[in-house]
């Protein structure tokens, strides 16, 4: 029969990893439509409408919303699915951000049941590049994948205080990383983060983690009211709080050690 230690440790797994699967599988309906400035139809062409993975990015539907719009575009000769970009109430978007995080930052208040709409609604644009705010993408996708690897690279670092896990990593398992982001494919990126969650000789430093705040305090002497402008707040977090019995950090209290306290916390609005 199985001890209760082990039969703990099952049932601590099990709920990790449904938990993840909760996180994984969460989607948000988007309702996009062509820039009325690039279509021969201006405003009267119907919306592309998906139900977008929060951990994927937007440009990974830059293809399929090209073929999708191509007959309305004024000039499709002009343009590529890579010339893409999205902007929401006029704000570019910054397309290295999980669809996810956009969201969040940029939706508001949900909306009321009389003022339901069918989904986030935003605008897809394939000229104008806006270069002063965005990085531009290239055809086969490096620009995307650089970034993305870049993060992956910073987190580990924190994590463990060393880079060796990504960079170590088979060229196999660095091509299954970002094929496992593209297809959200959970398994294979299991398969993969594992490797880099238990590095053989290294323990955990500190928790990778940032809050993206929508806008600077109006007390802070470099505020902006940019729209658009956002305020990263990263700083070193130990995955352990201090006191007579040891607990593990839960994200109230990182959040706390990061951001001094300024008026209602309860007012914030923000994510992770």
């Known amino acids: 029969m199985p001890t209760s230690s082990s039969s703990s440790s099952s049932s601590s797994s099990s709920d ?29 062409l119907d919306p592309y409408l998906i139900h977008a993975p929060r951990l994927s990015y937007l440009p990974f539907l830059l293809s399929r919303l090209r073929a999708f719009f191509a007959s309305a575009l004024i000039e499709p000769d002009k343009s590529a699915a890579h010339d893409g970009w999205f902007s929401f109430e006029g704000v570019p978007l910054r397309w290295h951000y999980p669809t996810g995080l956009l969201y969040d930052l940029f939706s508001g208040v949900e ?37 993305f690897v870049n993060g992956v690279k910073e987190a580990d670092f924190l994590r ?15 091509t299954n990383l970002w094929k496992a982001v593209q297809d959200h494919d959970l398994s294979l990126y299991n398969s993969v983060h594992q490797k880099l969650l238990n590095i053989p000789g290294t323990g955990l430093r500190h928790v ?15 505020h902006e009211t940019t729209p658009g402008k956002l305020r990263v ?24 050690t990061m ?12 994510a992770l």
């Open 259 to 270: 951001i001094p306290r300024r008026g209602n916390t309860d007012d914030w609005h923000g």
């Open 160 to 174: 463990n205080g060393t880079a060796k896990g990504i960079m170590s990593l088979s060229r196999e398992d660095s």
């Open 208 to 222: 990778p983690l940032r809050v993206y705040l929508p806008s600077s305090n109006p007390e802070d002497e470099d």
């Open 111 to 147: 909306a009321t049941a009389e003022h339901a709409r069918p989904g986030w609604e935003l605008e897809v644009h394939f000229t104008a590049w806006p270069d002063g705010q965005l990085v531009r993408l290239d055809p086969e996708g490096r620009v995307m994948h650089d970034a």
């Open 16 to 44: 990790l990893s449904s938990i993840q699967n909760l996180v994984w599988s969460g989607s948000i309906p988007l309702s996009i439509r062509l820039s009325p400035s690039e279509s021969r139809a201006y405003n009267d």
């Open 233 to 256: 707040v990263q700083s070193l977090v130990a995955p352990m709080i201090s006191s007579s019995t040891c607990q593990i950090s839960i994200c109230d209290d990182m959040i706390l």
